[in-house]
């Protein structure tokens, strides 16, 4: 009798701690499952409409916080991952990671140069949106809003959205990684007009 | 008896071949002989449960709707989105960085620097905003892009969230031990030129709680990536 409650007892906190352990590690398997570590390809030079083709690929492929990994097969693989972790392991970029990516940036700060990354390259980048949004490092400058044009940003101290069109209304068609809720799409943003928001531009640029 | 003896010596030898490389490494990237601002680098107010030596760190607390014209607070609250600062904010000066950090209704809001803050052209090498949830922080925002020390070398800053108990957090640098009083319930803005992955964008500090007389209360590794 007492082996036998004992025995419930066992399988019940059993059951309960697996069932905890579950809830406080969650993650995906997409990044162990996909995601690679392949060095970068030096390129010579880029264009906006290349880069624009970049953050095309992204579009619709979901936002992972600290994250850079993405397949093209527009949907997130790894939908509702909890805000703000960094080890969940899901599909997407976070705005700043996106960026750094369509940007064709290095990991070093000091170094200007192009780099291609592959989409499946897991890779963030050294800078946060409050990175951008100063000009940190040596590709990166603040520039007049009122000047920005297709592929510049529009950065805050928590967020980075790059501008894929202008309206005539002064608002712009943004193409950001916004949010796990959200994913990796192009809304349509006052950013320009918010002062919060500064203007961010990539040097470099053949045309 | 011998092997206790023997084991003695040679603690006292493994001791002193570390007191040795401290005081060498003075001159070659140890424990530092100055914080930042000038000032002489100095223990802590109580010695701590942590390896020697320990370095103390410098922090006050400022209201941030009377903070000093100049001062580190002012210049950081005042290129911080108009009228959000809730409470006061912490200036913190340490051996390769200084910072202030203030609260929002939201959020936690912080500047980095690596230079001294009482040189006139010093600017800010690096900001934070973190979102608060339940009144705590979802991320320590690390910031390793912007800051490095006079040699080059990057130095990193996260948000560090003591426990309730804790007045000191010390962390482990290359050397010695720096040492961040708690102050004013905010979290602890803590830098390190050590463990920096640039690669993965990545950065561990390794980390322990103190309480008032400098016992330990746990040691932990803070690991913090680059993110939003």
């Keep these: 009798m007492r082996a036998t409650r004992s025995f419930v007892v066992g399988f019940i906190l059993g059951v309960g701690l697996v069932a905890v352990g579950s809830a406080g590690a969650y993650h995906t398997r997409f990044v162990a499952d996909n995601c690679n570590s392949a060095p970068p390809t030096p390129t010579s030079f880029i264009t906006r409409e290349g880069s624009a083709t970049v953050a095309l690929r992204a579009r619709f492929e979901g936002y992972q916080w600290a994250g850079g990994c993405w397949n093209d097969n527009d949907r997130d693989d790894s939908p509702n991952d909890p805000h703000e972790d960094a080890a969940t392991g899901g599909e997407g970029g976070d705005c700043s990671g996106f960026t750094f990516k369509v940007w064709r940036e290095s990991l070093t700060t000091s170094d200007a140069s192009f780099r291609q990354w592959g989409m499946l390259r897991y890779v963030h980048g050294p800078y946060t949106a409050a990175s951008f949004k100063a000009g940190t490092g040596a590709p990166n400058v603040t520039v007049a809003k009122a000047s920005l044009i297709k592929m510049d940003a529009l950065a805050s101290y928590g967020h980075i959205g790059l501008i894929y069109a202008t309206n005539p209304d002064g608002t712009d068609r943004i193409i950001e990684a916004k949010g796990e809720d959200y994913g990796t799409d192009i809304w349509t943003r006052a950013y320009r007009g918010n002062p919060s928001y500064s203007g961010v531009r990539r040097t470099g640029w053949s045309s | ?228």
């Design chain 2, 1 to 228: 008896m011998p092997e206790a003896r023997e084991a003695a010596v040679a603690t006292v030898m493994a001791l002193g071949l570390l007191a040795g490389a401290a005081g060498c490494s003075q001159d070659g990237g140890g424990a530092p002989t100055h914080l930042l601002d000038g000032s002489p680098a100095a223990p802590p107010p109580v010695v701590l449960d942590a390896p020697m030596p320990q370095i103390g760190t410098k922090a006050d607390a400022v209201a941030t709707s009377r903070v000093a014209k100049g001062s580190l607070a002012a210049r950081c609250v005042a290129s911080a989105p108009a009228d959000t600062s809730h409470g006061p904010a912490v200036e913190r000066i340490g051996a390769t960085g200084v910072s202030v950090t203030f609260r929002t209704a939201s959020a936690l809001l912080g500047c980095d620097g690596d230079t001294d803050p009482g040189v006139g052209d010093s600017r800010w090498c690096g900001r934070a905003l973190g979102r608060l949830e339940h009144g705590r922080l979802r991320d320590p925002r690390l910031d390793a892009a912007g800051c490095a020390t006079p040699a080059g070398d990057t130095v990193a800053f996260a948000w560090f969230e003591p426990g309730p108990d804790t007045s000191y957090v010390a962390v482990g640098q290359p050397g010695y031990v720096e040492v961040y009083p708690v102050v004013a319930g905010l979290p602890v803005r803590i830098s390190t030129t050590s463990k920096i992955d640039l690669q993965e964008s990545r950065v561990r500090f390794d980390v322990s709680e103190h309480d008032a007389h400098g016992v330990l209360l746990g040691s932990s590794t803070l690991d913090a990536r680059v993110a939003g």
